[in-house]
């Protein structure tokens, strides 16, 4: 089983900037393709930006293309999202997840469909004001 666990959300000004991190347990970090997810007042999980097992690719959502960079340090079994000019519309609840089987594909696989997730933290708020 693998836990991880979120931290670096809080509130911040319009244009400011956050860096999230999360922080995975075990031994098998680097062959888990890493994704981030967002949950906004009454919106449904939206897939933020997601990170290839291999590091060798990263794809985001068009909504933060430019301001969101994800990276991965598996010496430290942590994956970041670096954010910055957010806007009030990037409030919400983020959320990292795991997904194993992505390493049994090619380098280079990564999907955006969160029940293709299997491990996933708790959330961290990210709060933006106006």
């Known amino acids: 089983q693998v836990q991880l666990v979120e931290s670096g959300g809080g509130l911040v000004q319009a244009g400011g900037s956050l860096r999230l991190s999360c922080a995975a347990s075990?031994?098998?970090?680097?062959?888990?393709?890493m994704g981030w997810f967002r949950q906004g007042p009454g919106k449904e999980r939206e897939f933020v930006a997601v990170?290839?097992?291999?590091?060798?690719?990263?794809y985001y959502v068009d909504s933060v293309k430019g301001r969101f960079t994800i990276s991965r340090d598996n010496a430290k079994n942590t994956v970041y999202l670096q954010m910055n000019s957010l806007k009030p519309d990037d409030t919400a609840v983020y959320y990292c997840?795991?997904?194993?089987?992505?390493?049994?594909?090619?380098?280079?696989?990564?999907?955006?469909?969160?029940?293709?997730?299997?491990?996933w933290g708790q959330g961290t708020q990210v709060t933006v004001s106006s």
């Open positions: 997840a795991a997904d194993r089987d992505a390493y049994y594909s090619d380098s280079d696989y990564y999907t955006t469909n969160p029940y293709e997730y299997d491990y």
């Open positions: 075990g031994r098998t970090f680097s062959r888990y393709a």
């Open positions: 990170i290839t097992w291999s590091g060798s690719s990263t």
